[in-house]
Nanobody, 119 residues
Framework: QVQLVESGGGLVQAGGSLRLSCAAS????????IGWFRQAPGKERAFVSA????????SYTDSVRGRFTISRDNAKNTVSLQMNSLHPQDTAVYYC????????????WGQGAQVTVSS
């Protein structure tokens, strides 16, 4: 089992920055990658970014590429999402998730962190 706990988030004005962190515990050696997802009110949960545990390979959805940066600290078992130039459209609950392989779905989820961007 893997446990994930998000921290960070909050309220920021458009153009501002926030940093989210995801702390993993438990069987962290089994993690292939950790991803960030977000769910805005009335919308489905959507992929934002991911980073692999071993190589640090990153991926981003087009709408955040160039504004968001994902990073990892394997020694601390944490993954961070630095969010810059935030738009009101970035307002959502952000979740981190982990999976054991690139060929399976994300099966471990954090509790979520609210990010609100005011215009």
């Amino acid at each position: 089992q893997v446990q994930l706990v998000e921290s960070g988030g909050g309220l920021v004005q458009a153009g501002g920055s926030l940093r989210l962190s995801c702390a993993a515990s438990g069987r962290t050696f089994s993690i292939y990658d950790i991803g960030w997802f977000r769910q805005a009110p009335g919308k489905e949960r959507a992929f934002v970014s991911a980073i692999t545990r071993s190589t640090g390979r990153t991926s981003y959805t087009d709408s955040v590429r160039g504004r968001f940066t994902i990073s990892r600290d394997n020694a601390k078992n944490t993954v961070s999402l630095q969010m810059n130039s935030l738009h009101p459209q970035d307002t959502a609950v952000y979740y981190c998730a982990a999976r054991a392989s690139a060929y399976v779905t994300y099966s471990y989820w954090g509790q979520g962190a609210q990010v609100t961007v005011s215009s």
